[in-house]
T-cell receptor, first 113, second 115 residues
Framework: DAKTTQPNSMESNEEEPVHLPCNHS???????IHWYRQLPSQGPEYVIH???SNVNNRMASLAIAEDRKSSTLILHRATLRDAAVYYC??????????????FGKGTKLSVKP | DAGVIQSPRHEVTEMGQEVTLRCKPI?????LFWYRQTMMRGLELLIY????????DSGMPEDRFSAKMPNASFSTLKIQPSEPRDSAVYFC?????????????FGPGTRLTVL
């Protein structure tokens, strides 16, 4: 299975942008890049996903490298509520079957007021 | 929509007892997943269902674990007999559509403690 590499932890100041990197050098052409986050004592929560092009939604932006070997989750203005573990995951498409999500250790983001 | 519902939220039991965890997926979702999270191993997929049929149970740790989905709105994960090493947070998730772009919606989890 294709793996992802993320820093164990990052710190940010409140109201500043945060760039969370993810390396996935063994990604295949059909793998989607997903980001989930897990707030303390809660279940994981979907953030954003993409295949080749950059994506934006109300929560964040996803910047995907041209060779797709890396991506960056961008939180435009971090708030204290964004403190969580962020997981970068490759969803493996088994040709029409559900793509399994294999969670790594993620990046623990701390936000300082 | 109420989201994915799990019960109980907390369960404390003694070693050797049977434990049943319950999950109600989001209405209309045709995939259901059971995960386990521990500090040591992180978040692991145990089993998933498509249209109530188990598709991949390779993550189920051993025969003491079993999962069923008798209908589209209910699933159970049973541990019998339970052991202290089963202590973890168990999450249920559901999704719709197929392919690699699916979004999974997770429940709040059941924190299991086996004494």
């Amino acid at each position: 299975d294709a793996k992802t590499t993320q820093p164990n932890s990052m710190e940010s100041n409140e109201e500043e942008p945060v760039h969370l990197p993810c390396n996935h050098s063994t990604i295949s052409g059909t793998d989607y890049i997903h980001w989930y986050r897990q707030l303390p004592s809660q279940g994981p929560e979907y953030v954003i996903h993409g295949l080749t092009s950059n994506v934006n939604n109300r929560m964040a932006s996803l910047a995907i490298a041209e060779d797709r070997k890396s991506s960056t989750l961008i939180l435009h203005r971090a708030t204290l509520r964004d403190a969580a573990v962020y997981y970068c995951i490759l969803s493996i498409d088994y040709g029409g079957s559900q793509g399994n999500l294999i969670f790594g250790k993620g990046t623990k983001l701390s936000v300082k007021p | 929509d109420a989201g994915v519902i799990q019960s109980p939220r907390h369960e404390v039991t003694e070693m050797g007892q049977e434990v049943t965890l319950r999950c109600k997926p989001i209405s209309g979702h045709d995939y259901l997943f059971w995960y386990r999270q521990t500090m040591m191993r992180g978040l692991e997929l145990l089993i998933y269902f498509n249209n109530n049929v188990p598709i991949d149970d390779s993550g189920m740790p051993e025969d003491r674990f079993s999962a069923k989905m008798p209908n589209a709105s209910f699933s159970t994960l049973k541990i019998q007999p339970s052991e202290p090493r089963d202590s973890a947070v168990y999450f249920c998730a559901s999704s719709f559509t197929s392919g690699g772009a699916d979004t999974q919606y997770f429940g709040p989890g059941t924190r299991l403690t086996v004494l």
